[in-house]
């Protein structure tokens, strides 16, 4: 025997279910209510988790990397040769990419010209995506230049650009996003030897495999490296940043349940509303079943059903609305809707249904309990 079996034998699921059917405008009304509060608690859940994992995938470049500078407790201008092999021993594995900066103006043929910022490093395939062309492992000969920048001067690969009096072929563009702590629109990548009248390097990144390995580096330069209060590298690892912004994230998660929330509680009002005009409508048949011999108990439960089967009705329903909304929230937001099946996503689902059921059976109470302790003879009188 099936469970729906085993409950369709309890005299009030039927009678409560029947009770539902006789008022059918009311009992729509109120599901919509229900389906309302429902999809405004599961679709503002699934679009917190979409803009989380937005975050995490926009960050998660940047997340295993650690920043090296000069401090302000530093004896030179920059980093010196003895510190970058200090760093790369601390290191271990992770890859360590010591760069010179500096800014120039560039010229195409045609007579326009950007402002750009110049980085000059070997290993430029650690930091740098590109969109056409390559990104070195070893940048010895060539250059690379932000994508924006090419377009904006009609350059391309091959094409030459000038810099400190020698020119350098673009080997590749670099992509408007993704391409590393310095990329960006406005940036021309030379090798380390273009700026080698620099005696220092102005930073040092360090890519680590993940935000872990980053921080455990982090920490271990700062006590190399920086002795009680003194300031001798400046280090900056951006796990703490994105652990930063999805706790933001978290927070605004929250603040979108508490206000789908809202739409359920008013939501359950109306089921309030619908269950003691029911109970006001049927007071003379409430009071013949009490008058032959039917239970307080029995009577309760039958009230409490008619609720529960409002809040499981509405919250299938919008839940079955949330699930096709989600959908479309994580192909926008995500560019995968098969996201929304994750269980981070659809458990606001279940959150949904099971507040839909627990808000309908509480809104019953009070009209259960009314009509139960009403004494049949008053019942019967109207």
């Known amino acids: ?14 009678m409560a279910w029947r009770n539902l059917g006789r008022n059918r405008i009311r009992t729509a009304l109120a599901t919509l209510g229900i389906v309302i509060g429902v999809v405004a608690i599961a679709s503002l859940g699934m ?16 997340a295993d990397e650690v920043t090296i500078s000069a401090g302000q407790d530093a004896d030179a ?3 010196t040769d003895a510190q970058v092999d200090q760093i790369r021993s601390l290191a271990g594995d992770a890859d360590v990419i ?9 010229s195409s043929r045609s007579g326009g010209e950007a402002r750009v910022s110049v980085t000059a490093l ?12 390559v990104s070195p492992d070893r940048l010895q000969s060539g250059a690379l230049l932000s994508e924006s920048t090419a377009t904006e001067l009609g350059l391309g690969l091959g094409d030459p650009v000038e810099y400190d009096g020698r020119q350098y072929r673009i080997r590749g563009l670099v992509a408007s996003e993704g391409q590393g702590q310095f990329g960006g629109a406005g940036e021309l990548v030379v090798p380390v030897s273009a700026l080698a009248d620099q005696r220092y390097y102005d930073s040092v990144t ?15 330069l700062d006590a190399e490296f920086n002795a009680g209060d003194e300031q001798v590298l400046n280090i900056r690892t951006s796990a703490s940043i994105q652990s930063g912004i999805s706790s933001f994230l978290e927070t605004l998660s929250l603040a979108l349940l508490g206000v789908g929330s809202i739409s359920l509680f008013v939501a359950s ?21 009490r008058a032959v011999g039917i239970r307080r108990g029995e009577v309760l439960r039958m009230i409490l059903a008619e609720a529960a089967f409002l809040g499981a009705v509405g919250g299938l329903a919008g839940a079955g609305v949330s699930l096709a909304v989600g959908l479309v929230i994580f192909q926008l937001l995500a560019g995968d809707p098969l996201l929304v099946l994750d269980w981070a996503s659809s458990q606001y689902l279940v959150y949904g249904f099971g507040f839909a059921v627990v808000a309908s059976v509480l809104s019953g109470v009070y009209p259960a309990w ?13």
């Open 98 to 106: 010591p760069q010179k900066s500096n800014s120039t103006r560039l």
């Open 370 to 382: 009314k009509a139960a302790n009403d004494p049949p003879v008053e019942s019967l009188r109207g």
């Open 77 to 79: 201008a920059g980093l």
């Open 206 to 220: 360090v890519v680590a495999d993940d935000g872990d390995e980053a921080t455990e580096i982090g920490d271990a």
């Open 269 to 289: 009002v109306a089921i309030l509303n619908v269950m003691l005009m029911s109970t006001i409508e049927r007071r003379g048949e409430i009071g013949v079943l």
């Open 47 to 62: 679009a917190g988790v979409a803009l989380q994992q937005q975050a995490q995938s926009d960050l998660g470049g940047l």
């Open 122 to 133: 070997t290993q430029a395939s650690a930091l740098y995506n590109v969109s056409a062309g």
């Open 1 to 14: 025997m099936s469970v729906v079996d085993a409950l369709w034998r309890v005299p009030s699921a039927q």
